[in-house]
């Protein structure tokens, strides 16, 4: 099995001229890239930076998060890569956390760590600035040399640190290695049927998440295709790239389905090209789904994972039986187990915590001993997500085990209630969250954006609920807003439930 700068010199090799990376500024070969990887490779290195220090990427999604990422595994560095959206409290931790040797920025996101830069004399910054000077990162990569004597790293080291999303308010650094990613990236080839030096990539999810780095870009370069890279969600841009490039894989998470479903204008827009798509991270509207796929003609295929299982572990069958709501089947080498609270594993049908094993599992979390040993056990990853398996042994998600709403003793997931939610037509995009109640302890809250030119109120969405659900299931209110808070195209359900304490929602509302 190659490490994965390996990979990288295979194709620069086999592919040369093929292009790699396509964005609306430039268009960089498997060649052109190996060569920018080289060069910077080489300024780490003249500043002092070698293998096993850790690499902050404070970047947005453009080719020098490639670049970056790469030539660190070049070096034998660890990339961490730095969500463009993160500030100064999320930074120190994250610097901190990491131990880093080096940060690269650019100009949108320097700004942000010069104001905190002096609280770290030892870190080495490199800043793609753009103004030409002999200290612009850009100025740097152009005069290095061009070649570079690849380190050797073992299969077990550090490949990479991503940060989760910190559900519990401290993001944790996942240490996948080499084996993770390189087996993460052959199960999904394989699952997908991908071909090798012939997809076309539309990357419309940030490149500082585990989606957008390992499973997208990564994998794009793992199969030889080109990827045509959006810096941004722009879902016109969307639309157009993919029938100007004759886009076949497409991977995005469920709200990205809605809002092109919600876009698409026969008369303007053509997706019939995409033969791979892919959705999962949250909800799943099967309505739109649906409708993609009569839009695209491709089928639309859930998967389930997580940064901690480097990508996607478990897949609805490319071919054969689809079962609408499940996640699908364990690909390659991994492993589903359902577990009760004591660990006790249990039959098909219950709901309980799902495990995940197998080769794509990480390290742990980096320089986090009592997280590891809390998530991590005999080879395997507490998901902390509430699913069953099937007669077939298809996974089904319930929800995830911090969500589920307690209400006067009864469990509310509120995934089920979203799921019937986007059967609504006005229901465009929704959330459903507990709020603090001094008789039930907690009841459900369904936040709405509705669907365009759709005029249901409270009343409309009350009814439906009550004519499909259990009364205690039933959202005690449901609000209405224009802007759903997302991050790295999920909905940010701990910055709603906090709107609605404090009675602010009204910052989500367009005036």
């Not at 620069?12 to 790699?20: G, I, Q, V, Y």
């Not at 030409?132 to 050797?152: C, K, Q, R, W, Y």
């Not at 030096?197 to 870009?217: I, K, M, Q």
């Not at 990480?362 to 099937?390: C, I, M, N």
Request: aromatic letters at 8%; glycine letters at 8%; charged letters at 20%.
């Amino acid at each position: 099995m190659e490490i994965l700068s390996q990979m990288l010199a295979r194709n620069a090799r086999l592919l040369a001229d093929r292009a790699f990376i396509v964005t609306d500024q430039e268009r960089l070969t498997y060649s052109e890239f190996s060569m920018r990887t080289a060069r910077l490779a080489n300024v780490l290195a003249s500043q002092g930076i070698k293998q096993g220090d850790r690499v902050g990427l404070y970047l947005p999604s453009t080719p020098l998060m490639a670049i970056g990422f790469w030539a660190c595994q070049r070096l034998g560095a660890i990339p961490a890569p730095v969500s463009a959206m993160f500030r100064h409290s999320e930074l120190r931790k994250i610097v901190n956390q990491a131990g880093m040797a080096a940060l690269v920025a650019d100009a949108t996101t320097w700004p942000y760590f010069s104001e905190i830069k002096d609280e770290f004399p030892s870190l080495r910054t490199f800043v793609a600035s753009g103004d030409g000077s002999e200290n612009d990162l850009e100025v740097l990569i152009a005069s290095a040399p061009e070649t570079f004597a690849d380190a050797t790293c073992a299969m077990d080291d550090v490949a990479a640190l991503f940060f989760t999303s910190g559900t519990t308010g401290t993001p944790k650094g996942t240490a996948q290695t080499h084996f993770n990613q390189c087996s993460t990236l052959r199960d999904m080839m394989v699952s997908h049927r991908t071909r090798f030096g012939t997809e076309t990539y539309l990357c419309a999810v940030p490149l500082f998440t585990n989606f957008g780095l390992t499973v997208t870009l990564n994998l794009c370069l793992y199969t030889g295709g080109t990827i045509v890279l959006h810096e941004r969600w722009d879902t016109e841009r969307v639309l157009t790239d993919i029938a100007q490039y004759r886009a076949t894989y497409f991977g995005g998470t469920p709200t990205m389905y809605v809002y092109i479903v919600n876009a698409f204008d026969p008369a303007r827009h053509d997706i019939s090209s995409l033969r791979v798509c892919t959705t999962g991270g949250s909800p799943v509207p099967q309505p739109v789904i649906r409708r993609f796929e009569e839009l695209s003609g491709a089928r639309v295929t859930q998967v389930y994972g997580s940064t901690e299982s480097s990508g996607q572990s478990v897949m609805e069958p490319t071919i054969g039986v689809r079962k609408p709501g499940s996640a699908g089947l364990p690909v390659g080498s991994s492993r589903i187990s359902i577990v009760n609270d004591e660990g006790r594993s249990l039959p098909q049908g219950e709901i309980g915590e799902v495990i995940i094993e197998g080769d794509c599992i990480a390290k742990g979390y980096w320089q986090d001993e009592k997280a590891t040993q809390e998530a991590f056990s005999g080879g395997g990853w507490k998901s902390g997500d509430l699913g069953y398996l099937d007669e077939d042994g298809y996974l089904f998600i319930v929800d995830r085990k911090k969500d589920v709403i307690i209400t006067g003793g009864h469990n509310i997931y509120p995934l089920e209630i979203e799921t019937l939610l986007y059967q609504h037509p006005a229901v465009a995009m929704c959330a459903v969250v507990g709020i603090r109640d001094d008789s039930k302890g907690e009841i459900p809250v369904a936040v709405v954006v509705r669907s365009f030119d759709q005029t249901a109120d409270e009343a409309d969405i009350a009814l439906y609920c009550r004519e499909h659900l259990a009364a205690y299931k039933v959202p005690r209110a449901i609000h209405f807003i224009d802007d759903m808070p997302i991050e790295a195209a999920k909905i940010r359900k701990r910055e709603l439930v906090a709107a609605l304490h404090e009675n602010r929602l009204d910052a989500y509302r367009r005036r």
